[in-house]
């Protein structure tokens, strides 16, 4: 069991610019989460995939995020003309069953 | 909405002594799941225990014991033999189901510090 594996774990960008997170889920895990987190806060949810369908999307979504999940594999998750909203850590996270496994977050600072 | 309340931002324990974090809801499931995650300073959000809503034996695992009280809809995590590395955020967690998923709702959180 690898775990669930993210990367780059940290990324600073410029205000305006485009990032992408990458997630890993445990293999044979078929749900995968997005989530947002920022300091003293419980994570919130932003998106989940079953296989390589995204069945669910929080309204915290807006139109400057996408995801994506390839063949029910790895996901994306792409973040377009960032803000300084957005710095915050990105957890993704995977299940086979209603326990959730979490990776170590990706963490992102817009300047 | 399911909601998830811990209502303790910040405790503390000396190292050896019992702690117990508190933690209620919200929902109109008779069935679910209820989490309890720990999360240490700039590290990775680890699950420490999980409870079945449908089983009345509280759940425990080592030093981690929960206190169920459907009914109250309470769900508080006791610490036994606190340890210098149990010092983290800890977020009690209710999975909303629907579509398949298992979102999780999160409390606040408890930001929990081990004395030495």
């Known amino acids: 069991d690898t775990g669930v594996s993210q990367n780059p774990r940290h990324k600073i960008t410029k205000r305006g610019q485009n990032v992408t997170f990458r997630c890993d889920p445990i293999s044979e895990h078929n749900r995968l989460y997005w989530y947002r987190q920022t300091l003293g806060q419980g994570p919130e949810f932003l998106t989940y995939?079953?296989?390589?369908?995204?069945?669910?999307k929080s309204r915290l979504l807006s139109d400057r995020f996408s995801a994506e999940r390839p063949k029910g594999s790895f996901s994306t998750l792409e973040i377009q003309r960032t803000e300084q909203g957005d710095s915050a850590m990105y957890l993704c996270?995977?299940?086979?069953?209603?326990?959730?496994?979490f990776g170590e977050g990706s963490w992102l600072t817009v300047v | 909405a399911q909601t998830v309340t811990q209502s303790q931002p910040e405790m503390s324990v000396q190292e050896a002594e019992t702690v117990t974090l508190s933690c209620t809801y919200d929902?109109?499931?008779?069935?679910?799941?209820l989490f309890w995650y720990k999360q240490p300073p700039s590290r990775q959000m680890i699950l420490v225990i999980r409870q079945e809503a449908y089983k009345q034996q509280n759940a425990t695992e080592n030093r981690f014991s929960v206190n169920f009280q459907k009914a109250a809809k309470s769900f508080s995590l006791k610490i036994s033999d606190s340890q210098l590395g149990d010092t983290a955020m800890y977020f009690c967690?209710?999975?909303?189901?629907?579509?398949?998923?298992?979102?999780?709702?999160f409390g606040k959180g408890t930001k929990l510090s081990v004395i030495p």
């Open positions: 996270a995977s299940s086979l069953t209603p326990t959730i496994y």
């Open positions: 929902t109109s499931e008779s069935n679910y799941y």
């Open positions: 995939f079953q296989n390589e369908a995204q069945l669910e």
């Open positions: 967690a209710y999975p909303r189901s629907g579509a398949g998923s298992y979102q999780l709702t």
